[in-house]
């Protein structure tokens, strides 16, 4: 790839990169004909199958977007990143982690065996279904809008508006959830639940249903990458010790039974969503050579075709190509 003293931030070198980008997600979108789009959620079968869009916002400011960037969809289990991160900053990180542990199942996002099945007594990890509604509990507030109000402020301060959310989205999960219901009786059953059943199913639903864009997502994952701070403003955005949290749940969980693949390939922190959205995160990099986004950047994925575990099929071919070529693996 780049080697010696090239200068990425002149435009020659940027639109040099910008064709790489542009021909790899040409190439990757044949990949989505090996996926399916989510079903089980109505609404989201009406996404387009061979849709692929990238987005990357280096800590530099060089922004490389390419495929279908406008699509707006829902954020669903990356809203998870979002609400530990809210969860952390109202309770604390050890409040939170003596409730829900940071261990990869290794089985599907909405398994309910772990519950039953260890001795944890509290779900294996915040990314989870199981996890992630305890969490959306744990949120301060009476009613879903003063739950989800700081996780919105958040967003707002991190992607410069305030998002919404997709209405049509959460009614079509609302009205089919069973699973989650059944994961959220459980928990109500053992004493994880911090809220009242019908206002944490409510919100979690509705924090899944927020819509967002690669756009977005790529400044999630700067914000992270950048150990929580703002790199144009410098202002601390995530504390860095919830950051830090966040970044190591997401390496070993945020892919879920592919998470071990995806750490081991790849080598990024990065969590999926069943609507085909993936945001991921590469920090600075120690070796001085010339590689594109060498001191950090935020990436954002969608791709809505999924591989049989829920992750976008072709979003993760794509990021395992980029972070090969650029050298975008922490390890
Ligand atoms: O709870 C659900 O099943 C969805 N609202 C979110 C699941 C999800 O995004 C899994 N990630 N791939």
């Not at 010339?290 to 994925?301: A, K, N, S, W």
Request: proline letters at 5%; one cysteine or more.
């Amino acid at each position: 790839m780049v080697q010696g003293t090239v200068n990425l931030n002149t435009q020659l070198d940027r639109e040099w990169i910008q064709e790489y980008v542009d021909d790899w997600v040409r190439f990757y979108r044949k990949a989505t004909k090996e996926g399916k789009v989510a079903t089980y959620i109505p609404v989201l079968a009406e996404a387009n199958p061979e849709h692929l869009g990238i987005s990357i916002h280096g800590k530099n400011g060089m922004v490389i977007s390419s495929g279908d960037v406008d699509v707006v969809f829902t954020i669903q289990s990356i809203s998870k990143v979002l609400t530990f991160i809210v969860a952390c900053m109202e309770r604390g990180v050890s409040y939170v982690l003596d409730r829900v542990d940071v261990e990869p199942t290794g089985e599907a996002f909405n398994s309910i065996m772990h519950l039953e099945m260890k001795s944890l007594n509290k779900p294996f990890n915040p990314f989870v279904n199981a996890g992630a509604i305890t969490v959306t509990s744990m949120l301060e507030g009476k009613n879903s809008q003063e739950k989800l109000n700081p996780v919105f402020d958040l967003l707002e301060k991190i992607v410069g508006y305030r998002p919404i959310i997709n209405q049509q989205v959460f009614k079509s999960e609302d009205e089919t959830s069973a699973r989650n219901r059944a994961i959220g009786y459980y928990l109500l059953e053992t004493g994880l639940l911090e809220s009242d059943l019908g206002v944490t199913l409510e919100t979690y639903f509705k924090q899944c249903s927020i819509e967002t864009t690669v756009n977005d997502l790529a400044r999630i994952g700067l914000i992270l990458a950048n150990d929580g701070l703002d790199p144009e403003s410098e202002e601390e955005i995530i504390p860095r010790q919830i950051a830090r949290t966040t970044k190591a749940l997401m390496l070993t969980c945020g892919m879920y039974d592919a998470s071990g693949k995806f750490a081991t390939y790849v080598g990024i922190p990065a969590k999926s969503g069943v609507s085909g959205g993936i945001v991921a995160l590469a920090p600075p990099r120690v070796r001085p050579m010339q590689f594109p986004f060498i001191d950090g950047c935020g990436i954002g994925v969608y791709g809505p075709a999924l591989e049989d575990r829920g992750n976008s099929i072709a979003g993760m071919k794509l990021l395992k190509h980029i972070a090969s070529q650029w050298d975008l693996s922490i390890f």
